[in-house]
């Protein structure tokens, strides 16, 4: 390996760590606009949304919009379970059970 | 309800387990992923314990194992983790009457699930001025959680081989799923998501992780700006 791994992971958590810190820190002299304030409540689900989108839909880096493709029926399942039921633990149990079932039994 | 900091603590590690749930099957996908890229056990429980960031070490092990210099993995650990100073936003109302002592843990845990777990909460125990105790009992829950299955990632990469290619990695799009979905109730949001999600597609392969900023934002951006015009039509 030709980086110091130990520098990285010093380096990554003093980057991680200060994004998450720096506006606690100053907790008292930070007051956000109330237009931004609104806008935050649509960053979750945003920024989930644009990690397992790809994903799902594109597991090994190329679009993938098959029944061939266990992540995208596993995801079906899971969204209308989280839709239908709206309990997160029912969605991952259910939908893992079904993925692996599909990518072992019908794959 | 009861509201003393130890009933507060253990309803969130309660709150925590059905992401736990999910987050297990990841830690143990990256345990096995960070030895294949050439890491060794005390490196990749450093990642885990020090930096504590699921989707960043992630593409960090990605991009040693592809050989990538020092300087870029530090940036795409900024672009992928920056979402955190959004949470670090929403959160700032109520960790402004904290001392130190507690915004750093606080700050440190800081992560998706955690978020998700704990900032319910807020909304829904607003008499309480002892919430960070909830968020501080996720978090712990979730760190050891995480911490534990990237130990059994690494006993099993080591013992079990393909168990990289089990598809362990559909669980962290299963738990993200069940965290958004609830959010999905009206137009703004709906069109935020969606704008999001077409645009991750596209933009998958930019460099960098570059693509998953520009997507949330775009998003955040829609969801705003159709929240403001659907106001604007009500009011006129």
Redesign the interface.
Known sequence: ?????????????L???T???????R??A?T?PA????????????????????????PQ?E?AITLNN??LV??AV??AI??WK????L???T??LC??LY?WLVL | MNNSPKSLFFKGVVDA???I??GV?FGIIFGTLALNA??DMW?TI??SS????G??QFV?VGM?AA?T??GF??GA??IV????????????PH??H?P?RW??P???L?I?EV??AT?PNYLTNQGSTKNHWHYLGVGTAFYCSWNVATLIGIFFGANIDGIANW?L????????????????INK??IA??L???I???LT??LPHKI??VI??IA???V??LL?QVIAQKESS
């Open positions: 390996m030709n980086i110091n791994i130990w520098l990285l992971i010093g380096l990554m958590a980057v991680t760590f994004i998450r810190y720096a506006l606690f820190a907790a008292n930070v956000l237009k931004l304030e609104r806008a935050l409540k649509y960053s979750a689900p945003c920024v989930l949304t644009a990690i397992w989108v790809p994903a799902v839909m594109m880096g679009l266990p992540y596993g995801a899971a969204i989280a839709l709206k309990n997160v633990l969605t991952i149990v939908s893992m993925f692996f990518k | 387990l059905p992401l749930v999910g099957p050439g890491l490196q450093g990642l020090i930096v504590f960031a989707s960043a960090a040693i050989g210099s020092l993995i530090v650990t900024i983790n920056l979402r955190h100073l959004i949470y670090a936003a929403s959160l700032l960790v402004k904290l130190q915004r750093l606080l700050g440190f800081l998706d978020y998700a900032y598809g990695d559909f669980a962290m799009s299963a738990t993200f799923i069940g965290m958004v979905m609830p959010h999905l703004p949001m935020g998501v704008t999001s999600a645009l991750a597609v998958y392969t693509g998953l997507s949330a998003g955040m951006a969801g705003y929240e």
